[in-house]
């Protein structure tokens, strides 16, 4: 996992790998910043992890192959993206195709990149929610592996929004993670080249709506 902040995402993923039957097992937390509150989570559980620091490394590519390194070293398979706060490269993506994953706070593809929430408000929107996708090259684009849908109040603030949002996130995540580390979830290509994920063995096409 890569991470930046407190990682409350991944604490969930960790907290969902440790049962028996999870496909997946974290091996390593990767963070750019050294006073990250994740590191000490993830150390708590027993997870390896590491720095590196990007403003150690004169550009992106450099600072991405100190990563890549850091995953080659631990088996890596699958990449998630946790409150990570750096735009990832073509160069990076590239090595991790369908491999590389990441959660939104909205209902993809609305509400693309920042603010998603008091976007939402001011907006006027019913229903907001959260997004696993995986990653593209372009931000915030890529196939829907798992959303959740959560209504909006009408006395909702950002911050409360944010919070009933982070609920749901932390339930979609693991099970989208889950899905993609069994290979139930797999990217499929149209006629016209448009992707999309098709989940065998979840009912339909895998989209978890959240009770009101």
């Given at each position: 996992m890569l991470i930046s902040g407190g990682g409350s995402n991944m604490a969930a993923l960790i907290a969902a790998a440790r049962a028996p039957d999870h496909p997946a097992e974290i091996v390593v937390v990767v963070s750019n910043r050294a006073d990250a509150g994740g590191l000490a989570k993830a150390q708590a559980a027993g997870i390896a992890?590491?720095?590196?620091?990007?403003?150690?490394?004169?550009?992106?590519?450099?600072?991405?192959e100190a990563v890549q390194a850091v995953l080659e070293a631990h088996g890596v398979e699958i990449v998630a993206l946790a409150g990570f706060l750096r735009l990832l490269t073509p160069w990076f993506i590239e090595?991790?195709?369908?491999?590389?994953?990441?959660?939104?706070?909205?209902l993809l593809p609305a509400y693309k990149g920042l603010h998603t929430h008091a976007r939402a408000l001011a907006d006027g929107v019913k229903i907001t929610g959260c997004t696993v996708h995986f990653v593209r090259p372009e931000m915030d684009v890529g196939p829907i592996i798992v959303q959740a849908a959560v209504p909006v109040l009408d006395d909702d603030t950002p911050e409360t929004l944010a919070a009933r949002v982070l609920v749901q996130e932390h339930r979609i995540y693991p099970l989208a993670l889950a899905r993609v580390a069994s290979g139930a979830a797999r990217v499929v290509v149209d006629g016209e080249g448009r992707e999309r994920v098709i989940t065998t063995g979840a009912g339909g096409d895998g989209a978890l709506i959240a009770p009101l």
């Open positions: 992890t590491a720095v590196v620091d990007h403003k150690a490394y004169p550009d992106r590519r450099s600072f991405e090595r991790w195709p369908d491999r590389l994953i990441n959660i939104h706070p909205a």
